[in-house]
């Protein structure tokens, strides 16, 4: 009798326990996400008060130019014309990342959706609020490499990096088989038990 009830009163410790593991990691995401959106609104804010209506300003010797783009298609001006499909995308994005936050266990994988999530928060925000109008607004893009204009690499600003980045590290946690709640995937393709927080 006594063992029974020591066992249920022991059942109620699991979410407790779980709801704590995932708050660090989330916190995490959450300090990214606003760290690279305060970076994007501030880099594009003063792109627009400094570059508008002036010629590319060249830095590094001609590596990098500095220009004002407004960009009414995806990162790296890609997909223009579709611009209130890809507001509506960005939302998505934004709601999946909300959610699966909850299962979040890994540290890498909180950097990662981190980075995804502040990029595609600050890409919105321009679509948003700037002209032509709400969900069809330009996104500022500000650097060119190698060349002005976009003529060897698209022209891109911060959100944009922050996006590829994330994105690149999610392809990298998958391939050696970290999962978003922190366990390892074998090669064979099974779970291996224990967690590991990276």
Do not use: C
Request: aromatic share 4%; glycine share 10%.
């Amino acid at each position: 009798m006594m063992g029974r009830v020591s066992e249920r009163a022991s059942e109620p410790s699991t979410p407790s326990t779980t709801v704590t593991a995932a708050g660090p990691k989330v916190v995490l995401l959450a300090v990214i996400a606003v760290l690279v959106l305060a970076a994007d609104i501030i880099t594009k804010t003063v792109a627009v008060a400094q570059l508008e209506n002036r010629a590319p300003l060249e830095l590094l010797g001609g590596l990098v130019y500095l220009q004002l783009v407004r960009n009414p298609g995806a990162a790296f001006s890609l997909a223009t014309g579709y611009t209130w499909v890809l507001t509506i995308v960005a939302i998505a994005v934004v709601v999946v990342i909300i959610r699966v936050a909850r299962r979040l266990r890994s540290i890498g994988w909180a950097i990662a959706l981190g980075l995804v999530l502040g990029g595609a928060l600050g890409n919105l925000t321009d679509r948003i609020f700037r002209a032509p109008g709400p969900l069809q607004g330009h996104v500022v893009d500000i650097v060119s490499l190698f060349a002005p204009d976009g003529r060897v690499w698209p022209v891109f600003n911060m959100a944009d990096s922050s996006i590829v980045t994330g994105g690149v590290l999610l392809v990298l946690l998958a391939l050696l088989g970290r999962e978003l709640d922190g366990r390892r995937t074998s090669a064979r393709g099974g779970a291996e038990e224990g967690t590991d927080s990276a």
